[in-house]
């Protein structure tokens, strides 16, 4: 158990819908990190928050929007769902920056 | 940009024997971390084994260690003594520790498969 709380663990909506995951990071980890994981693209790096901030980007969709809240918990929303959109959405966490550990993760099926 | 590369999509080894999984990487920076991940079929990221550039000692966990040549930019995985629990797919990643906008890149994994 790495200490880093996804929910839900699944999650089976429509196209043009919209859901919230949702991450909480191992105790004191200020880094919240998301990922997608879909069949044929591997692990691609969405967004990372430190401390409620921004701090990069990567391909995350303009659909797509996180946040992290006071009390370093942070969401995920993916809006106007399409099918390919299906994937395994991880949230990581860190406290120092150079070791993240992931959760066990969410899958989103769009049908 | 640093790019991580796997170019073993698939490995098969026996149980009891060792194997090991390359990992290449490119990068321009002095200070970086290096780190393998298993990912078995419950599709859980583990963090297997971490590796500081400026270390030149190669990290051991267990059954598991790491041969890292950083001058080739090269980091392979080395697991002892495989066991079916080892049966998982295995990715290479790549830190730049950028104080608190650090982020992994991954390599496209290596799927092993540990057979009796």
């Known amino acids: 158990d790495s200490g880093v709380t996804q929910t839900p663990k699944h999650l089976i909506t429509a196209t043009g819908q919209r859901v919230t995951l949702r991450c909480s990071p191992r105790s004191g980890d200020l880094s919240v990190y998301w990922y997608q994981q879909s069949l044929d693209q591997g692990l691609q790096f969405l967004i990372h928050y430190y401390n409620g901030e921004e701090r990069a980007k990567g391909n995350i969709l303009e659909r797509f929007s996180a946040q992290q809240f006071p009390d370093l918990h942070s969401e995920l929303n993916l809006s106007s769902l399409e099918l390919g959109d299906s994937a395994l959405y991880f949230c990581a966490s860190s406290v120092n920056g150079n070791t993240i550990y992931f959760g066990e993760g969410s899958w989103l099926t769009v049908v | 940009a640093q790019t991580v590369t796997q170019s073993q999509p698939e490995m098969s080894v026996q149980e009891a024997e060792t194997v090991t999984l390359s990992c290449t990487y490119d990068t321009s920076e002095s200070n970086y971390y290096l780190f393998w991940y298993k990912q078995p079929p419950s599709r859980q990221m583990i963090l297997v084994i971490r590796?500081?550039?400026?270390?030149?000692q190669n990290a051991t966990e267990n059954r598991f260690s790491v041969n890292f040549q950083k001058a080739a930019k090269s980091f392979s995985l080395k697991i002892s003594d495989s066991q079916l629990g080892d049966t998982a797919m295995y990715f290479c990643?790549?830190?730049?520790?950028?104080?608190?906008?650090?982020?992994?890149?991954f390599g496209t994994g290596t799927r092993l498969q540990v057979t009796l």
């Open positions: 590796q500081e550039a400026y270390k030149q």
């Open positions: 990643a790549f830190m730049n520790p950028d104080g608190t906008a650090s982020k992994l890149t």
